[in-house]
């Protein structure tokens, strides 16, 4: 089992910047792949950023290329994203995962988190 608890979530004015982290435990966390996914009100889980065990992989979503960046430290079993730019569309619960391969589909994430709300304000 791995378990996953996310922080840094909040309300930040459009164009404003904040950094989400999830730490993980349990299992030997560092083998597993890392995402990013976002659920907006009335809409479905959508991905957003994933990061090999490695860190030398990254996909990000076409929407927030540029915008956020996914990162982890195996040292310290904790990946984060961090925002910048913020829009009221990236208004949404965010959830990390973990899964045994690099994937932009959450079907392949056995391992979710609670979740964190990110609200960006006009």
């Known amino acids: 089992q791995v378990q996953l608890v996310e922080s840094g979530g909040g309300l930040v004015q459009a164009g404003g910047s904040l950094t989400l982290s999830c730490v993980a435990s349990g299992r030997t966390v560092s083998n597993y792949a890392m995402g990013w996914f976002r659920q907006a009100p009335g809409k479905e889980r959508a991905f957003v950023a994933a990061i090999t065990w490695s860190g030398g992989t990254l996909y990000y979503s076409d929407s927030v290329k540029g915008r956020f960046t996914i990162s982890r430290d195996n040292a310290k079993n904790t990946v984060y994203l961090h925002m910048i730019s913020l829009k009221t569309g990236d208004t949404a619960v965010y959830y990390c995962?973990?899964?045994?391969?690099?994937?932009?589909?959450?079907?392949?994430?056995?391992?979710w988190g609670q979740g964190n709300q990110v609200t960006g304000s006009s």
């Open positions: 995962g973990a899964a045994t391969i690099l994937a932009r589909v959450g079907a392949h994430y056995p391992y």
